[in-house]
C-alpha cells in the first residue's frame, strides 16, 4: 500500500504495509524509490526498463537464485510490419526470455528466448504448441519451477458448433492453461536440459459461455472459477502445512466477460494441483457480483505470519476509487479481506529527475521479496501508450525498487 494510515506522501514515494488487524498493526514502511530511466519516443529507456528494439517485452518475474544472481523470466515475441498488432500477437507469437543481473532492481541484460511454442519445435499438437505467456518463476527446494500458460489451436470447427465463428486468435485464447518447467540451474534451462509439463498442470474444470465457445461444457453445468481458462499462476508455499498454493485467473460470463480468481492445492510444486471451488479475493461489489481483478500476485511474509496479493484493479472497488494496484490478505492464503488500506500503488512512475509519469499499462505486477518477506523491487509490464493497435514493440517490463524503512 502506497500511503500510510494518516496520509499519502511525496507523491508515491512512500508506502506502508498494514497487518491484519488494527488492533494488532505493526506497520511495515517502505519507500518506492525513483525508476532510473528517461523517456524516449513513446517507451522508457534505462537502468530500471528492459525492453528490446526488435520485440515486445511484457511481464517478468524474478527470483535471486541460488548463486546470488538476480535471474528474470519475461514473456517476448517479435514485433515489425510483418506481425500481428499487440493485442493479437501475444496470443499468437509469444515465446519467454531470460535475462540477468548482479542487482536486484536493474541492469537485467538478455540472455536468450528459452521456451516457445513446441510447434516450433515440429510438435503442433501439444497442449501448448502455439505459445508461452506470462511465466512467474519460483525456487523450492535447491531447483527452480517457471509456471506459464501455453495454448494451441485446434483448427476450424464444425459449422454447427458454438465455436463455428470463432478466429484463430479466440481460438487459441479460449484454449490457455498452465504448465511448469522444473530445471536445476540456468546454465541449463538455456541450454534445454529441463523437464517440461508433457500435459498441462492445470486445465478448466468447465466451459460454460452461451456462445461463441470451444468445446462447450454440456447445458446446465455450473460454472468453476477455472471456467473456459486457467491464466496467469501465482504459487506460493504455505509454512503451515507444507501445501503448494496456485492462485490463478478463470472466466465467467454474468451476462459480460468478467475474470474471477481461483485456487488450486498439491503436495508438490510439480502438482497434481486440484481446484477448489471457492472464489479467491471476492471482494463485493454494490451490487454483490465480485470485483473484477488481474494479475495476482501472492507471496507470504515469515515475520508477519500473512499472505499478500498484489493486483490489478478494474473497477475501483478494492482500492476504493484510485487506479492503480490493490492489496489484499490472509492469514490461510483461502479467506481474503481488505486491510486498513488497500491501495498498493498509483498506476504512474516516478522518474530519477523527479517526473511523475502516468502509464497507459501498468500491469503483470511481480514482486522480488527478500527472506523474511520484506519487498524489494516490482516488476510489471508498461506501455506509456495504448499498445493495442501497435506492432513496433513499444511495451518494456519496468523494475520499480522498494526499500524497507528500518
Excluded at 73 to 89: A, H, I, K
Excluded at 206 to 229: F, H, M, Q, W, Y
Excluded at 346 to 366: A, F, H, I, S
Amino acid at each position: 500500500m502506497i500511503s500510510s494510515p494518516v496520509k499519502y506522501i511525496c507523491l508515491g514515494l512512500a508506502l506502508t504495509l498494514i497487518s491484519c488487524s488494527k488492533k494488532n498493526a505493526v506497520d511495515l514502511e517502505l519507500e518506492v524509490l525513483p525508476v532510473d530511466a528517461v523517456i524516449k519516443g513513446d517507451i522508457l529507456e534505462g537502468p530500471s526498463v528492459l525492453n528490446d528494439p526488435d520485440r515486445f517485452v511484457w511481464g517478468g518475474s524474478v527470483v535471486k537464485g541460488y548463486d546470488g544472481k538476480y535471474h528474470m523470466l519475461y514473456s517476448t515475441w517479435e514485433s515489425g510490419d510483418s506481425v500481428p498488432q499487440f493485442s493479437n500477437s501475444w496470443v499468437l507469437n509469444s515465446k519467454i526470455a531470460y535475462a540477468v543481473s548482479d542487482q536486484p532492481d536493474r541492469n537485467f541484460k538478455f540472455q536468450k528466448v528459452v521456451l516457445t511454442g513446441r510447434e516450433l519445435q515440429g510438435d503442433s499438437l501439444a497442449w501448448d504448441a502455439q505459445m508461452v505467456h506470462n511465466p512467474h518463476l519460483k525456487k523450492f527446494n535447491g531447483k527452480y519451477y517457471l509456471y506459464y500458460i501455453g495454448s494451441r489451436d485446434e483448427g476450424e470447427q464444425p459449422e454447427d458448433s458454438k465455436a463455428a465463428q470463432l478466429n484463430k486468435r479466440n481460438r487459441v485464447q479460449q484454449n490457455q492453461k498452465i504448465g511448469v518447467v522444473e530445471f536445476d540451474n540456468f546454465e541449463n534451462l538455456m541450454a534445454g536440459n529441463f523437464n517440461r509439463s508433457s500435459t498441462p498442470l492445470l486445465a478448466p474444470r468447465t466451459r460454460v459461455k452461451p456462445n461463441n465457445v470451444l468445446n462447450p461444457s454440456p447445458e446446465g453445468t455450473e460454472a468453476k472459477p477455472d471456467n473456459l481458462i486457467v491464466v496467469n499462476p501465482s504459487v506460493v508455499q504455505r509454512p503451515s502445512d507444507g501445501k503448494y498454493l496456485m492462485y490463478f485467473k478463470g472466466n465467467i460470463y454474468d451476462p459480460n466477460w468478467k475474470g474471477v480468481h481461483g485456487l488450486a492445492l498439491s503436495d508438490s510444486p510439480t502438482g497434481p494441483f486440484k481446484a477448489i471451488d471457492d472464489i479467491m479475493f471476492n471482494i463485493k461489489m454494490e451490487d454483490g457480483k465480485v470485483a473484477s481483478a488481474e494479475d495476482p500476485y501472492v507471496w507470504y511474509h515469515k515475520q508477519r505470519k500473512v499472505f499478500y496479493a498484489v493486483m490489478k484493479d478494474f473497477s475501483g472497488r478494492i482500492t476504493e476509487g484510485k487506479p492503480g494496484l490493490a492489496i489484499l490478505q490472509s492469514k490461510d492464503g483461502v479467506v481474503w479481506n481488505k486491510p486498513n488500506n488497500p491501495f498498493f500503488m498509483r498506476k504512474e512512475v516516478t522518474l530519477v529527475n523527479g517526473d511523475v509519469l502516468p502509464m497507459n499499462r501498468l500491469e503483470r505486477p511481480q514482486i522480488l521479496a527478500d527472506d523474511n518477506g520484506d519487498p524489494l523491487a516490482l516488476f510489471a509490464a508498461g506501455a506509456l501508450i495504448d499498445v493495442n493497435q501497435r506492432k513496433d514493440g513499444t511495451s518494456f517490463n519496468v523494475h520499480i525498487p522498494l526499500r524497507p524503512k528500518h
